[in-house]
């Protein structure tokens, strides 16, 4: 009986009650990998570009980049890498291999959101774009849908950021 | 009759004991062959104690500051407690728990770690947690540290988070299930490889830049703690390219250092008077530094540590020198081994360092 009841504890044990993989070697994160554009995109030359989309297929579409930057996160938590076209830069994180868009950030007002709102714009831009559904940090305006963020710095009533980014729950 | 039901019952509480703790030995990641940085906590008490220096931060304080030239050039001996991106808070503590078994004359702490307010992410809480010993110094690190799914219970018992690791076990989880070699140098952990900074980063735009509540609040405590024993603190922020240091958290250090009478020293805005080049001292492009790197920055802070606090040079006393001189003989075996896996793979293989062909841009 003793002997039994030690077999189903050790069953339980190893087969039953949590939690996934080993933490430290990572697991992909909700919504990594899914390629169909989801939440907000951005549209360069036609090629769409959704948070935590697959970066291969992206990378052949647009091109070499002008400038490439790449870092190991600390204790091999994966590979960030930085590239950087005309008008923005496409931030990748990686998981099991395989790199995801995490941010997409602005640099100059050469390229523009979907919806129509550059650097420079104001404020009464961004509201007619994208509504008063925001989330205000001092003057960062952050709109989330379905797994991205994009948020909007405003300084002397003027966009002087704008972000993509991949929300990890 | 009782008697007997009772010594079989402890029999099988003992043998369900046993069996769990060496299930929960096999099954815990051994950080020996890759991800190291996993063993950098737990190394430590292993060592004869006594340190005058003692730091504490995340990875950018393992990779700059070698013990052995602190030893070599200055008679000082150190010890740095830190792991992969370590929270204030599980710097506070383990600074906390390390007071129980020393006291040294310093303790050093790298500020980029001000940049986080809450806790990241598992896989670096458990590189800092997993190694420590069970104390009420863990026990508290742990509840700061949790993010919203895990469970403290996983962190008194990692068996119940690494069960499922039964089907990735390998030869080395038996080899190393009770006893692993040495790794580290005193909680210094050794590159030889080189990646020289081609670009860094510009610093992205942030809505906030004040640090946070709750990193202050361990500043503070930190401050507090070392106050209370006697013991010097002073913080750095380490010449590390990227992450991004920025000019309004660069303020924010000088003035708390200011307000609290602490030393504080910016290495960014001393690369060229410590002789760091970034073509040759980085094992990343910029983000770490490497052992050229580590060395240049203890001979330089090395003496910065006796000047200003008047730190003895302890070479003359004869067992500490002999202990000393094994871990000197350790860091060069290591290095020479690195230097010929270098030669010998172009990369690190031995510690999970990627080939620099597979990170090359297509």
Redesign the interface.
């Known amino acids: 009986m003793k002997r039994l009841s030690l077999i189903i504890l050790l069953s339980l044990l190893l087969t039953g009650c949590s939690s996934g993989a080993d933490p430290v070697s990572g697991e992909a994160p909700e919504g990594a990998g899914d390629n169909g554009p989801a939440g907000y995109v951005f549209e360069n030359g036609g090629v769409a570009i959704a948070m935590h989309g697959e970066v291969e297929p992206i990378l052949q579409a647009l091109g070499d980049a002008m400038e490439y930057f790449e870092a190991e996160s600390c204790a091999f938590q994966g590979m960030e890498k930085i590239f950087t076209y005309s008008g923005f830069e496409l931030h990748t994180y990686e998981m099991e291999g395989v790199d995801f868009v995490a941010a997409l950030v602005f640099l100059d007002d050469s390229v523009s959101t979907k919806e129509g709102v550059y650097l420079f714009s104001g404020l009464e831009d961004i509201l007619s774009a994208y509504g008063d559904g925001y989330t205000k940090t001092n003057d960062m305006y952050s709109y989330d849908l379905d797994g991205s963020r994009l948020s909007f710095l405003i300084e002397n009533d003027e966009v002087t950021s704008i972000e993509y980014l991949a929300v990890t729950e | 009759m009782f008697k007997k039901r009772f010594l079989?019952a402890v029999a099988?509480i003992l043998?369900?004991t046993g069996?769990?703790y060496l299930?929960e030995r096999l099954l815990m990641?051994k950080?020996v062959s890759?991800?190291v940085?996993?063993s950098l906590i737990e190394e430590y008490y292993k060592e004869e104690k006594g340190h005058d220096v003692i730091f504490v931060g995340?990875?950018e304080v393992y990779e700059s500051f070698s013990p052995i030239t602190l030893w070599e050039h200055y008679g000082i001996t150190s010890y740095i407690r830190g792991s992969?991106?370590q929270l204030i808070w599980q710097s506070y503590y383990l600074l906390e728990e390390t007071l129980k078994y020393e006291k040294p004359e310093v303790v050093v702490f790298n500020v980029l770690a001000m940049q986080y307010d809450q806790p990241q992410?598992?896989?670096?809480?458990?590189?800092a947690l997993d190694g420590m010993r069970m104390s009420l110094s863990k026990f508290k690190s742990i509840r700061a540290s949790m993010i919203e799914d895990e469970?403290f219970i996983?962190y008194l018992f990692p068996?119940?988070?690494?069960?499922?690791?039964?089907s990735?076990l390998t030869a080395e989880d038996l080899r190393y299930m009770f006893r692993k070699g040495k790794l580290f140098h005193n909680g210094y952990y050794m590159r030889v490889d080189v990646k020289p900074v081609?670009?860094?980063?510009r610093g992205?735009?942030l809505?906030?830049y004040q640090f946070g509540k709750n990193a202050y609040y361990y500043l503070d405590r930190m401050v507090e703690l070392c106050k209370e024993s006697d013991i010097e603190l002073v913080l750095i922020k380490v010449p590390s390219l990227?992450p991004y240091w920025y000019d309004e958290w660069e303020a924010q250090m000088e003035d708390y250092a200011q307000r609290h009478g602490l030393m504080y020293i910016n290495f960014l805005e001393l690369i060229e008077e410590v002789g760091i080049d970034f073509a040759q001292d980085t094992y990343?492009?910029g983000?770490h530094l490497n052992v050229t790197g580590a060395e240049k920055m203890s001979v330089y802070f090395g003496k910065v540590l006796q000047n200003t606090f008047g730190l003895e040079d302890r070479r003359n006393e004869v067992d500490l020198s002999r202990a000393w001189q094994q871990k000197a003989d350790f860091y060069y075996r290591m290095k020479e081994d690195q230097y010929r896996e270098l030669e010998e793979y172009g990369y690190l293989k031995s510690l999970?360092a990627?080939p620099p062909e597979s990170?090359a841009?297509?």
């Open positions: 079989t099988v043998i369900m069996t769990l299930l990641p950080h890759a991800i940085e996993g995340d990875c992969a991106q992410k598992e896989a670096y809480n458990r590189m469970k996983e068996l119940l988070r690494y069960h499922s690791r039964w990735e081609e670009t860094v980063p992205r735009k809505a906030d990227y990343d492009a983000l999970g990627r990170t841009v297509d």
